[in-house]
C-alpha cells in the first residue's frame, strides 16, 4: 500500500506540472516562458532535501515531505510568475528586455522575500516547536519551509537569467548580432 501511495503521489505532481504549465502558457501568452518559471522546480528539492535532513527525525523522506514538495510547486511558480509576468508588463514602458527584467527583480524584490519569511515564520512552529497530533505533519512544513526559502533566492537570480537568455537566443535566430551584448561576436579579428 506504501508503494501505491507514492505512485499516487507521483502521478499527481505529473498532472499538476502539465496544468501548471497549461495555465502558465494562458496568462504569460507564451509557449516558451512556461520553461523559466518552471526551471525553477527541480532546484527547490535541494532545498527540500536540505530540510529534511536538518530535520533529522523519522524517515528521511516520509510522505508527508513528498506531498509538502508537491504543495511547494504551485508556491514557487506563483513567484516565478510573478516576476516574469511583471517583467512581460513592464517591457511597453521600458521598451526593453533587460531593463523591463532588471526593473522588475528589484521591485518585486521585497514583496517575494516578505512572502517567503512569513510562510516560512508560520511554519516554524509547525516544525520545531508543536508536538501532540499535528506532529506528523512536520515533515511536509519542513518540506515546504525550507525548499521555499532555498527557490526563493533561486527565483530571483535564475528567472531574470533565463529571461535575458531567452532573449539572446531569440536575437541570434533572427540574425540580430548589432547588439552590444554580440557585439564581441560579430566582429572580425584580423
Known amino acids: ?16 506540472l502539465i496544468l501548471i504549465y497549461m495555465i502558465l502558457a494562458s496568462i504569460l501568452r507564451s509557449y516558451v516562458q512556461p520553461f523559466i518559471v518552471m526551471s525553477v522546480l527541480p532546484l527547490c528539492i535541494t532545498g ?12 528521511p523522506m516520509s510522505l508527508p515531505a513528498i506531498v509538502g514538495m508537491v504543495a511547494l510547486l504551485g508556491i514557487v ?12 508588463r513592464s517591457i511597453n514602458r521600458l521598451h ?14 521585497r ?9 516560512f515564520a508560520g511554519l516554524f512552529s509547525l516544525m520545531f516547536v508543536y508536538r501532540g497530533e499535528a506532529s506528523f505533519l512536520a515533515p511536509m512544513a519542513v518540506s515546504i519551509g ?3 526559502l532555498f527557490a526563493t533566492f533561486v527565483v530571483l537570480y ?33
Open 96 to 109: 526593453s528586455k533587460a531593463k523591463a527584467i532588471m526593473f522588475s527583480a528589484k521591485c518585486r524584490f
Open 111 to 119: 514583496p517575494i522575500i516578505l512572502t517567503t519569511l512569513t510562510t
Open 48 to 59: 527540500v532535501i536540505f530540510g529534511v535532513l536538518l530535520y533529522g527525525r523519522g524517515a
Open 1 to 16: 500500500e506504501y508503494v501505491q501511495t507514492f505512485s499516487d503521489v507521483k502521478k499527481a505532481a505529473v498532472a499538476a
Open 158 to 190: 535564475l528567472v531574470p537569467c533565463l529571461y535575458l537568455g531567452l532573449q539572446d537566443i531569440s536575437r541570434l535566430r533572427s540574425g540580430n548580432l548589432k547588439s552590444p551584448r554580440f557585439a564581441q561576436f560579430s566582429r572580425s579579428d584580423p
Open 77 to 88: 511558480v506563483n513567484d516565478s510568475m510573478i516576476l516574469l509576468n511583471f517583467s512581460n
Open 146 to 148: 525550507f525548499g521555499l
